[in-house]
Nanobody, 122 residues
Framework: QVQLVESGGNLVQAGGSLRLSCVASGSIFSINAMGWYRQAPGKQRELVAAIASGGLTNYADSVKGRFTISRDNAKNTVYLQMNSLKPADTAVYSC????????????????WGQGTLVTVSS
């Protein structure tokens, strides 16, 4: 019913760029704080970037200066612009956060998207 759906993952050469999108679909009032996570093969999942409902952002040191998180509240969408991609950025990227829905008595749901694969070739 209510879900987060990521898109934009692809195969890209080192130095290239991609923009990931995460849209909340279904019966939605708004989205709260959101984050992008990634998990590379053999690695633990890590927080890449986060954006608060008011627009404040934080980034992992490994992506600072290269990635930009943004949001479009009117579209219930969060983006991750990834520039100067490196092979080490190869991972499944997932979005996570709170979604306010009128369903189930009007509540905030804690949701994960299904993930989108980013592969950076050297």
């Amino acid at each position: 019913q209510v879900q987060l759906v990521e898109s934009g993952g692809n195969l890209v050469q080192a130095g290239g760029s991609l923009r990931l999108s995460c849209v909340a679909s279904g019966s939605i009032f708004s989205i709260n704080a959101m984050g992008w996570y990634r998990q590379a093969p053999g690695k633990q999942r890590e927080l890449v970037a986060a954006i608060a409902s008011g627009g404040l952002t934080n980034y992992a040191d490994s992506v600072k200066g290269r990635f930009t998180i943004s949001r479009d509240n009117a579209k219930n969408t969060v983006y991750l612009q990834m520039n100067s991609l490196k092979p080490a950025d190869t991972a499944v990227y997932s979005c996570h956060g709170g979604v306010v829905t009128p369903l189930r008595g009007a509540r905030s749901l804690d949701l994960w998207g299904q993930g989108t694969l980013v592969t950076v070739s050297s």
